[in-house]
């Protein structure tokens, strides 16, 4: 028998219309992750100057949101606006971001929307709020770094934040500042991963805060969330490549100057 003023029909009526308004919500943030409008792509500069030093950049890469991503060399030797020949890092300091967006451009041959400047001293605060970091180690790290002595050993790492930071500073190896970009494109990917990751999904607002207060970006935080979910959802698996070219002293300077034919096909595969 049924009970009085209970009617089936009327609840599945209203599990139906619940269940249209999720899918609905749901399309439309599919739409709006995957529709092409906004910023395609985005400068990320990190900035690693201490106390009494200038501001410089000295990570320079250039992400899509589909994934992909481009480190520069910061001792490229570019045409920076307005200034001249110069290493690229060069354009951050007489011209913060914007200048630095621009002479990217130039190089790339593509439209940049937006940057992001991470202080990678914040990387121990991300890393901690994330619960730590699984990277690949390629070789032992032994480094101290402001006063504190970090061993590394190689292989398939859990890095808390310390030790994170202790790995995208390190610059011991021979390859020096060009194996100190394959552990920051190593790390933006595991990080990108660890994000994607459903078991971190409570830990994702904490992370998010601890990002926003280590940078500054021209993106507002609907924005850069959609970027970075964006980025994010490939689950770390990004098309990562440095520009491409060979080290150089010129008139006793150190360069890195950029094979631009094999640039453009550089550019092509990753960011374009």
Sequence with gaps: MATKGYRPER???FLRGVFLVL???FVLLLLY???PFGGERAVLLGSDARAGEGSRSDTIMVANADGGLLAVP???LVEIPGVGEDKINA???NGGPPLAVETLEGLTGLPIDNYAVLNFGGTREIVDALGGITVNVEEPIETEQDGEYFSIPAGTQEL?????LAYVRYRGDPTADIGRIGRQQRFLSAL???VASPGNLPRVPATARAVWRNAETNMNPLEAARFAIRFALPGGDARAEIYPGTPQYINGISYWVPDTAVGQR???QTIE
């Design 91 to 93: 354009a951050f300091a």
């Design 23 to 25: 899918l609905a919500l």
């Design 74 to 76: 910061r001792d490229t």
């Design 266 to 268: 550089v550019v092509e």
């Design 33 to 35: 992750l995957f529709l």
């Design 11 to 13: 609840r599945g009526s």
């Design 160 to 164: 808390n934040g310390a030790e994170a």
């Design 192 to 194: 990108a991963r660890e």
